[in-house]
């Protein structure tokens, strides 16, 4: 709706043949997008929400990590700051094993350590579709659907979609409840919508890597 209404209807129905363009690309960053959320609610089912939201500061460290990798110099502050996050996010969770057997402290810390990876890599990934980047190996998409944060965000839900489809095939999951439903939509406008899209526009907003780690 909101791609609708700012680029016009005929941009929205283009968002297919740009997918369709370059659909290697968007088959690798649909996973990652599913991949990054998808352990983050497995880790729920385990993790308390503040072992989860401590561990996932690890994605600090993954951004300074994965930097490079695009051809980024990481200043030194940055890693500094990396090591503290990396310290604090080890001892919430040696707290937590405290009180929690091994098995779920495993099912439930790791799977966040995963999509702490996942999520940087992948938002670097979209940012180097700039046609003025000099990453040869992803492709430059200089289409209007690439101008805008809504329509962004929105090629990235659809090249997650065939991942989720699989997921529910194969797991056949029962139909959620109405109690739900009802959760699920403020959460869906506040954290998929509100959050998604602030956060989305800040972080490939910005080239200069010590400010990319100071957003995630």
Not at 13 to 36: E, Q, Y
Request: one cysteine or more; glycine letters at 6%; charged letters at 10%.
């Amino acid at each position: 709706g909101i791609v609708w209404y700012r680029l016009g209807f005929s941009t929205l129905c283009s968002a297919g043949r740009v997918l369709a363009d370059h659909w290697k690309f968007w088959l690798v960053v649909g996973f990652l997008m599913f991949g990054g959320f998808a352990t983050l609610c497995f880790a729920a089912s385990y993790s308390p929400p503040w072992i989860i939201a401590a561990t996932f500061q690890l994605n600090i460290v993954a951004t300074l990590a994965v930097l490079p990798f695009f051809g980024k110099a990481v200043p030194v502050r940055g890693r500094i700051f990396a090591v503290i996050v990396v310290i604090g996010a080890i001892l919430a969770n040696l707290e937590h094993a405290e009180v929690s057997d091994g098995k779920k402290l495993v099912l439930g810390a790791i799977p966040v350590l995963v999509s702490a990876a996942t999520l940087p890599f992948l938002y670097q990934l979209v940012a180097e579709t700039n046609p003025r980047s000099n990453i040869r190996w992803i492709p430059h998409i200089s289409h209007p659907l690439m101008r805008s944060t809504d329509s962004r965000l929105l090629l990235l839900l659809l090249a997650s979609l065939p991942w989720v489809a699989a997921l529910v095939a194969i797991t056949r999951p029962p139909a959620p409840t109405t109690m739900q439903l009802w959760y699920s939509v403020p959460n869906a406008l506040i954290s998929g919508l509100g959050a998604l899209l602030l956060y989305t526009h800040v972080r490939l907003s910005v080239k200069d890597p010590y400010q990319i780690a100071a957003i995630e």
